[in-house]
């Protein structure tokens, strides 16, 4: 809900500044420069942000540093050590993104691939949401997933040209095969079963379920990435982003990259979901780069990076 997705970063940006201060043992004054989310997200909530940015950078005299949230996805891999060497892919997957982007140096990053339609984590929320779990429900289909059989029910690869994704028909599929129960997945058979049949198929198979929808949004991602390596012949393979959390994920990752010599990278949880350090490694490099920003800019909504 924007309105109080806004509401709640005006009551606790203060606070939450505050606290990373004193946690840090540093003073404001001590920074050498104020950072925000410029795009993308909910304009009402980076709207807040970028007029606190505003107001601390012309109180402390200090430069303002504008961040797009997906590159700092990106550059979260370089917060702690082992860092990747460049050039190298990272597979950017959250609730509104899903991206392969080549990344040439802090300064050069390129979308090579991305969803034509809704992003991965979008299909885990959905799929969680069918099967009556609540918001946000990526995190708990990882845990009923590692509780149940990956090839138990089987679901569709969309069939999308290059290195871009789709995941539309996999959520339509998901749902048909909900509404009847598990007896088929298309749509001229919909609604054959009653209610408390689906609840109980549900209920009886929620970790197959679970299991079989983690196993296939996951072999989507990883077949387009090994695609997006051997076209840019690069090795060095990162992931990013809120569903680069995802339990499941992560050890397909590392198991399918030691199977093909890769050196694959996987940020601790802490820096997966949205997260200020992310923004603070991206302004770093900005910062070195004397890449500022005027007082007059403003968040957007969206915007190409």
Request: proline content about 6%; aromatic content about 8%; charged content about 15%.
């Amino acid at each position: 809900m924007p309105e109080l997705a806004s509401r709640a970063h005006l009551q606790n940006i203060v606070p939450v500044v505050d606290a990373a201060v004193k946690k840090a043992g540093v003073q404001l004054q001590d920074v050498d420069a104020i950072a925000f989310t410029q795009s993308p997200g909910l304009i009402g909530a980076l709207l807040v942000g970028a007029g606190f940015a505003k107001s601390l950078s012309l109180a402390l005299g200090k430069p303002l540093i504008a961040v797009h949230h997906m590159q700092a996805h990106v550059m979260a891999n370089l917060i702690n050590p082992p860092l990747p060497e460049f050039p190298f892919l990272c597979l950017t997957v959250s609730g509104g993104h899903t991206q392969i982007v080549q990344c040439q140096s802090p300064y050069d990053m390129k979308v090579i691939g991305e969803t034509i339609d809704d992003a991965a984590g979008e299909a885990f929320d959905k799929t969680a949401k069918l099967i009556g779990l609540p918001y946000p429900g990526g995190p708990l289909i990882d845990q009923y997933a590692a509780l149940g059989n990956p090839q138990a029910f089987s679901f569709p690869e969309p069939k999308v040209d290059g290195l871009n994704f789709s995941f539309s028909g996999l959520k339509t599929s998901i749902l048909y095969f909900l509404q009847n129960a598990g007896k088929s997945n298309v749509y001229k058979e919909a609604f054959t079963a009653t209610e408390e049949e689906k609840k109980q198929f549900i209920q009886t198979h929620l970790a197959d379920i679970c299991a079989s929808v983690q196993h296939r949004i996951i072999h989507i991602l990883l077949n387009k990435l090994q695609k997006a390596s051997q076209q840019t012949g690069i090795k060095t393979i990162c992931i990013a982003g809120g569903v680069s959390a995802n339990r499941g994920l992560r050890n397909e990752l590392t198991r399918l990259g030691g199977q093909l010599n890769w050196k694959v990278f996987i940020p601790p949880f802490e820096y997966c979901t949205d997260n200020a350090a992310m923004i603070a490694i991206t302004a770093h490099y900005k910062y070195l780069q004397n890449d500022f920003v005027k007082e007059d800019v403003v968040p957007m909504a969206r915007a190409e990076w």
